[in-house]
C-alpha cells in the first residue's frame, strides 16, 4: 500500500450519539473508508458505518472442521490401526467413545483459528499507528469519541472533507499526519 | 384496584389474535371429537397418544414459565419484549392440570406397574409399587407439581398485573426474588414428573440424565413456540415497533444453545449407557434403535440437531425472523418427534405412527392454543411501567 503523506482527518465528539449521529451522515454523504474510536463499545455503531463482514468467521469454521477431523482420525489411527485393544467387545472405530476429544479438538483448532485468524487479519500487533500523532487522541481512552475519514477514501479531499466534518458540529477536528 | 392502569389500547394484541383464537378453538373441538372415538375404538393406542400430547403442550406452558423466570433473573431487552407472550403461556397451567386427569384413568393402559397381573409376577416391581409408584403416590405427586408451578406462574402473573396500575409502588425487586427459588422448585418438580410420567413406562430402566432432557426440551419448545408467535405479532402494531432485529438475535442465540444442550444431554446418556453395556440400560436403546425405530432416532440426531445447529450458526439466519420463524417451528416439531421417540416404542418393538399420535396432540393443541390466545389478549403486549422498558421504547444509545 502506498504511503500517503497525510492519514486522514479526524473529528472529536462529546457524547456517543453525536458519534452515531455522525458515523450515520458521513457514510450517507459517501464516505467509505471510515473509522471511529471510543472507550466502550458503542450499540448501533458498527451498523451506521455500514458495517462490513470479515473473514474471521470463515477461519474459525475452518479450524472447528479441521480440528474435528484431525482429532477423530487420531483416534481412529490408534485404536483401529496402530494399536487395537478389544476392549469389552466392542468394535475397534468406537465413535460413540471418540466423539468427546472429537468435540474438545474441534473447540481447541477454532479457538486457535479465531485469535490466530483475528491477528492476522486485523495486523496486530502495531508499534506505530497514525492516529496517536493527534494529541488529543488520548481521550479516545477516556470520554471522548472520535471519528476519522481515511486519505484513501476516493471522496478524500482536503478542503472538502474538512467543510463536511464541520457541518457535523464536532469538538474538533484534526488532519492526522501519516 | 385505583389509580391510573395502563388501558392503552395502542399496546394491546391486534384483532389477529381474536381470529386464529377462534380457529384454534374449531381445530381443538374437531379433534376432540375424533380423539374420543378414538379413546372408545382403540384405548390402547389412544393413551399413548394422550400421553405425548399432554408432555408436548405442557412443555411449552413450563417452558415459558421457566424462561419467563430465567429473563427475570438476567434482565435485558430480549425478555422484557416477550415478557407477556410468556406469562399468557404459564396462565394455560389450569388447562395442563385439568388435562392431567384423563391420564389417571389410563395408567393400566400405560404402566406396566399399574397392571395387578404383572406386577404379582415380578419381584422388583412389586417393591417399586410398594415405596414409590402407585396409585396414590402418583396422584399426591403430581398434585405437588402443579401447586407449585401454579404458585409460581400465579405470583410472577399478578405481580406483572400489578406493573400496568401506575399507582402501586414499585415491586421489580420481588419478581427476582421469587424466581431464584422458584427455578430450582421448577427443575426438582420437573425431573421428578418427567420420573414419574414417561420414565416409568420402563420401570426396570434407569437414567440420571434422562429428566434433563425434559426440562431442556421444555425450555426449547417455548423458545420455538414464542418465536413463532413473534412473527405473527410482529407484523401489526404494537409488537413492529417494539421488536428489534437484537431480540430476535438473542432469541435465536438462546435456541442455538438450547439445540446444543439437548444434544449434550441425549448424546451423554447414549454414550454412558453404551459404554456401560449393562443388559438393564442397553435395554432400552436397543428397542429404540431396532425395528425401525433407528431411523426416528437419526431422524432427530439430523433434524433436532445437525442441521438446526448449521443453520443457527449464521448470524443472519439468526436475525431474520421470517427464516428464523421456520426453523423455530421445525424444532417445536421435533420436540414432539424426540418424545414420541422416547414414550411409543414401550407400546410397541415395530415403527408405527397411528392416527391418534397425530389427532390427540393436535386436539390438545388446539385446546391449548386458544387458551394462550385468550390470555394474551387479556394484557398489554409491553408492562409499561417495567423500569426496564424504557430501553426498549428508546433507541440503546441515546
Redesign the interface.
Known amino acids: 500500500m502506498k504511503r500517503l503523506a497525510i492519514y486522514g482527518m479526524m473529528a472529536e465528539f462529546d457524547t ?2 453525536d458519534l ?1 449521529a455522525a458515523a450515520r451522515r458521513t457514510h450517507e454523504a459517501g464516505y467509505r473508508k471510515i473509522d471511529a474510536y471510543s472507550p466502550f463499545p ?4 458498527a451498523d451506521e458505518m455500514g458495517f462490513h463482514k470479515n473473514a474471521v ?1 470463515l477461519v474459525v ?1 475452518v479450524g472447528g472442521v479441521l480440528g474435528a477431523i484431525s482429532g477423530y482420525l487420531l483416534q481412529y489411527w490408534i485404536s483401529a490401526v496402530t494399536y487395537p485393544i478389544n476392549v ?1 467387545g ?1 468394535p475397534y472405530n468406537s465413535w ?2 471418540f ?2 476429544v472429537t468435540f474438545e479438538t474441534t473447540i481447541l483448532f477454532a479457538g486457535l483459528a479465531a485469535v490466530l485468524g483475528m491477528l492476522a487479519l486485523n495486523g496486530l500487533p502495531m508499534p506505530y499507528h497514525p492516529v496517536f500523532n493527534v494529541p488529543r487522541f488520548a481521550f479516545a481512552t477516556r470520554d471522548r469519541f472520535f471519528l476519522i475519514i481515511f486519505s484513501s477514501d476516493p471522496k478524500y479531499e482536503t478542503a472538502g472533507t474538512r467543510v463536511f466534518l464541520e457541518s457535523l458540529k464536532p469538538r474538533s477536528i484534526s488532519e492526522v499526519p501519516s | 384496584m385505583s389509580g391510573p392502569r395502563v388501558n392503552n389500547a395502542d399496546l394491546l394484541a391486534p384483532p389477529v389474535v381474536q381470529t386464529i383464537q377462534q380457529r384454534s378453538l374449531v381445530v381443538g373441538v374437531v379433534f376432540a371429537v375424533m380423539s374420543i372415538i378414538g379413546l372408545l375404538i382403540r384405548p390402547g393406542e389412544f393413551f399413548p397418544a394422550y400421553l405425548l400430547g399432554f408432555m408436548a403442550w405442557l412443555g411449552v406452558t413450563l417452558g415459558c414459565l421457566a424462561i419467563l423466570m430465567l429473563q427475570h433473573m438476567t434482565g435485558g431487552a430480549w425478555g422484557l419484549v416477550i415478557r407477556r407472550i410468556l406469562e399468557a403461556g404459564t396462565r394455560t397451567l389450569p388447562l395442563m392440570a385439568l388435562l392431567f386427569i384423563p391420564l389417571l384413568f389410563g395408567m393400566p393402559k400405560l404402566y406396566v406397574w399399574a397392571r395387578a397381573s404383572e406386577v404379582a409376577r415380578d419381584q422388583h416391581l412389586q417393591e417399586l409399587t410398594r415405596a414409590y409408584l402407585n396409585f396414590s403416590g402418583f396422584l399426591g405427586r403430581a398434585i405437588v407439581y402443579f401447586a407449585i408451578w401454579a404458585v409460581l406462574a400465579y405470583l410472577l402473573n399478578r405481580w406483572s398485573d400489578a406493573q400496568d396500575n401506575a399507582a402501586l409502588p414499585d415491586n421489580t425487586h420481588r419478581f427476582r426474588a421469587l424466581s431464584g427459588p422458584g427455578l430450582v422448585l421448577y427443575a426438582f418438580c420437573m425431573s421428578f414428573a418427567a420420573i414419574d410420567w414417561a420414565m416409568s413406562l420402563s420401570p426396570h430402566w434407569i437414567s440420571t440424565i434422562y429428566p434433563l432432557i425434559f426440562l431442556v426440551g421444555q425450555v426449547l419448545s417455548a423458545l420455538g413456540f414464542v418465536v413463532a408467535i413473534e412473527t405473527i405479532l410482529s407484523r401489526y402494531k404494537p409488537m413492529s415497533e417494539l421488536l428489534k432485529p437484537d431480540h430476535v438475535h438473542d432469541h435465536g442465540k438462546l435456541i442455538l444453545t438450547f439445540v446444543m444442550l439437548w444434544a449434550y444431554f441425549s448424546f451423554s446418556q447414549w454414550l454412558i449407557i453404551w459404554a456401560g453395556n449393562l443388559p438393564e440400560e442397553i435395554s432400552w436403546f436397543v428397542r429404540r434403535l431396532n425395528g425401525g425405530w433407528g431411523f426416528v432416532g437419526l431422524f432427530l440426531a439430523a433434524f433436532h440437531f445437525a442441521v438446526p445447529f448449521v443453520f443457527l450458526l449464521s448470524r443472519q439466519f439468526k436475525r431474520n425472523l421470517p427464516t428464523l420463524m421456520w426453523l423455530a417451528v421445525w424444532l417445536m416439531f421435533m420436540r414432539v418427534v424426540d418424545l414420541f421417540w422416547m414414550i411409543e416404542p414401550t407400546f410397541h418393538e415395530q415403527l408405527r405412527v397411528t392416527v391418534w399420535d397425530i389427532v390427540v396432540p393436535v386436539a390438545i393443541g388446539g385446546f391449548w392454543l386458544t387458551f394462550f390466545f385468550r390470555n394474551l389478549k387479556g394484557r398489554p403486549l409491553l408492562p409499561l411501567y417495567d423500569p426496564h422498558s424504557r430501553e426498549i421504547l428508546e433507541p440503546a444509545h441515546e
Open positions: 456517543t450519539s452515531v458503542v450499540e448501533g455503531l468467521p469454521l469389552g466392542r460413540p467413545a466423539i468427546v
